[in-house]
Structure formats: C-alpha cells, structure tokens
C-alpha cells in the first residue's frame, strides 16, 4: 500500500489553492463543495495547499512551512492526492492510484457511479439513527457486528446493493445471528485475483481466519482488519462465534 488513505474534514478550514486556469477551478469546486476556507499561499493559519500549476518553487516555500501540499500533475512532489469520488452522501467512495492514473480512477469512478444506487446515503443515516436500538438487540459489540455484517452481506435484509432497505423492519425481525459458522476455502492459487467472489465475500466477513502456513499474505489481505488470523497445520477443532474460516492451497 503506497499510501493510507484517509477522509479529511475541511469545513471552515483554511486551505491553500494557487494556480489559474481549468485545473484551479476544478479544485476550486471541490474544495468549496467541502466546505473549506480558500485563501492564499501567505496564509499563516493554512496547513494544506494545493498547488493547482504543479509549480515547484511554490510546493518547496510550502513544505517548509510544514504544509502538505498536492501538486497537480506532479505526483513526484505531492504530500497527498486527491481521490476520484463517488459521493453518496454521508457514503464517501475514493479511488485512488497514487498519481500514477488520473484516467483510470476516473473510469473506475464511473463505473461504480452506474452501480452504486442513491439510497447508500439514506442506508448509512439509518444505522446511524438506530444505535441505540442496535446495542439493545445485540449488547455484545462482537455479536453486533456480526449481526449487521449478515444483514449487509449480498441477499441480506439490507444488502446495500439491494432494494431500498427498511432498517426498522430488518431489526424488528432481529433474530440470534451469534451462531457459528465455518466454512474451507481451498485456494485455487496465491493469487487473490483467483478467489471466487463467493469465497472473496467469505474472506470480507470473517471473524476467525485458520490458515495453513504457504497461504500467502496477499490473500490475507483482503480479510477484514480486525478478523483474527491464526496460522495452523489443520482446520480447528474448536470455533467461535460468527464465522471461522480454514484457507489452504489446493
């Protein structure tokens, strides 16, 4: 991973924008459309800029000040790029390929743009909305989220890329979602691009990651952060609850 990606709030923040032209404007709109403060490059308070001519004389006075800056079209003196967006609000897609192609996240941007449906945002309120509701079903955090992860996952009752769902409905059907499941994934290779998309979804929702010592990292990679991974010679005899995984080569 060339770079952690991160959301920054810049509501009523100062940020530097220089440069004229087609580029400035675009980032123009995009700063204004998060609510950032744009002033100018003797701004003493500003701790971004960007650089919108890729100028490198402003990019150094920059950094020496200790801003961090992103030069358009120069991902060799950026700090930071900026993202293509998917923006369903409060749902924030960013595709990013490190300066490397401003094309291809912009194609992947529309791509996901035609999938996504508007409702995501209205998604994401109501399960914000139902906190409360959410801790009082489930007052174990670890069975809570699993509980939400089997209601997203693809057919459940509020599959994000489903119908419109009814997140009041989904909780007043609320049933024990905390039993255990276990499923073998028998890698076809160590690539991850070989992995099923069922057995990619596995992967996405598993709690317990058994694995045997030659599956390779890549493909633990694109477990969930916190799901736990334990190297083993076998599968377990012992599983907890939610769902536990055994991953071997062939």
Not at 132 to 142: K, Q, Y
Not at 143 to 169: C, N, S, Y
Not at 217 to 224: P, Q, Y
Request: charged share 25%; aromatic share 4%.
């Amino acid at each position: 991973m060339h770079s952690l990606p991160v959301f920054l709030k810049l509501e009523g923040r100062a940020v530097i924008l220089t440069g004229t032209g087609e580029a400035a404007d675009a980032k123009r709109r995009l700063l204004e459309r998060a609510g950032a403060v744009i002033v100018g490059e003797d701004d003493a308070q500003a701790r971004v800029a960007i650089v919108a001519d890729g100028d490198e004389a402003t990019v150094r006075r920059l950094r020496s000040r200790g801003v961090l800056v992103n030069a358009t079209d120069r991902p060799d003196l950026c700090d930071f790029t900026l993202p293509a967006i998917v923006d369903r609000d409060p749902v924030l897609i960013a595709i990013g390929t490190g300066g490397a192609s401003a094309g291809l996240a912009a194609a992947l941007r529309q791509r996901l743009e035609a999938m996504l449906p508007t409702h995501l945002g209205g998604l994401a309120q109501a399960l914000f909305s139902a906190r409360s509701e959410l801790r009082r079903l489930w007052p174990d955090a670890g069975q809570r989220r699993r509980a939400i992860a089997h209601g997203l996952a693809p057919g459940g009752a509020i599959d994000p890329l489903g119908v419109e769902a009814d997140v009041a409905a989904w909780l007043g059907r609320a049933d024990d979602r905390a039993i255990a499941r276990f499923h073998h994934i028998a890698l076809l290779s160590g690539d991850p691009d070989d992995l099923t998309m069922r057995d990619a979804r596995m992967l996405a929702l598993a709690d317990h990651i058994y694995h045997a010592p030659d599956v390779p990292a890549a493909i633990l990679d694109r477990a969930r952060a916190d799901a736990a991974r334990i190297r083993a010679d076998g599968p377990p005899d012992q599983r907890g609850e939610g769902l536990t995984l055994w991953l071997s080569l062939g």
